[in-house]
């Protein structure tokens, strides 16, 4: 049935319009703790999805379903959690405030490799919160805790790890190269994030020959979902699957930080164009 809306005067128009419209901007601007747990699976849904799409330029980007964003979701509350509390971890605003300090020079450098932003700023996010000389118990270093001989590797002096700009140039090629050997696609992209963690060697190892099987434990959610069950490898299992999840909770807050009570503007727009 064709649906008919009686306007009775323009002033009675001009009334539907402004409160049709304040309840739409209530909707958006609707704080993540206050959503229901159906309206916080849609919103993780809806964000992965744009961010999916940002980070591949709209090129196949990864599909981001129901399944997703219930993977995804405890690791967003875990940094919600973080909001206006500093407990073992530190408070996440404070990590914000750094974040936005460093990401000019992160952005210019996945730029010059003609990479999203968004895979540098939220990588750096999750390797050590933005920690300008963060050291690992493996000897990795810096905010990209990048290993000595892959700073060899790409071009870097082992020296220099603790140096922001050098380490994100560094981090920048080796991501190109990682997208080189899996596609730019949104599944090849998110290979390209647990292979940072994993190397890609595993990766090529343990999860490309699930996903091109065909099988239902081929679709990429189902592995970093059930690692254990698709038998992967241990450390994909304790570490890598987790790494990736946690990569998307980062940047759904990071590119949210009002939804969460963080203020200010997204971490990809805290420096210029």
Not at 2 to 31: D, H, M, W, Y
Request: hydrophobic share 40%; proline share 4%.
């Amino acid at each position: 049935m064709r649906k008919i809306n009686f306007c009775f005067s323009p002033v009675f128009c001009l009334l539907l319009i402004v409160v049709g419209g304040a309840q739409q901007t209530e909707a958006q601007t609707k704080k993540y703790g206050d959503m229901t747990d159906a309206e916080r699976i849609v919103f993780i849904q809806q964000q992965g999805a744009r961010l999916s799409g940002e980070m591949t330029n709209g090129a196949r980007p990864l599909v981001f379903g129901a399944e997703a964003a219930r993977s995804v979701k405890p690791f967003v509350e875990m940094y919600a959690a973080r909001v206006g509390t500093q407990t073992r971890r530190e408070e996440l605003g404070a990590v914000m405030t750094r974040a936005r300090s460093g990401a000019d020079v992160v952005i210019t450098a996945y730029r010059n490799e003609n990479l999203s932003p968004l895979l540098g700023l939220y990588t750096a996010f999750i390797e050590s919160e933005y920690k300008e000389c963060a050291t690992s118990p493996y000897g990795a270093k810096g905010v990209f805790q990048i290993m000595p001989k892959t700073m060899q590797r790409f071009g870097g002096d082992p020296a220099q790890l603790c140096e922001l700009k050098i380490s994100a140039e560094v981090a920048a090629r080796y991501h190109a190269k990682l997208l080189r050997d899996f596609n730019s696609s949104g599944t090849g992209l998110s290979l390209a994030v647990l292979s940072y963690n994993q190397g890609e060697g595993k990766v090529k190892a343990e999860v490309l020959p699930r996903l091109n099987a065909g099988r239902e434990e081929g679709d990429f959610w189902a592995l970093m979902t059930n690692p254990r069950g698709a038998k992967l490898n241990e450390s994909i299992v304790q570490e890598g699957s987790k790494y990736v999840l946690t990569f998307y909770a980062a940047a759904i807050i990071g590119e949210n930080p009002q939804a969460f009570g963080l203020g200010g503007e997204p971490l990809s727009a805290s420096s210029a164009k």
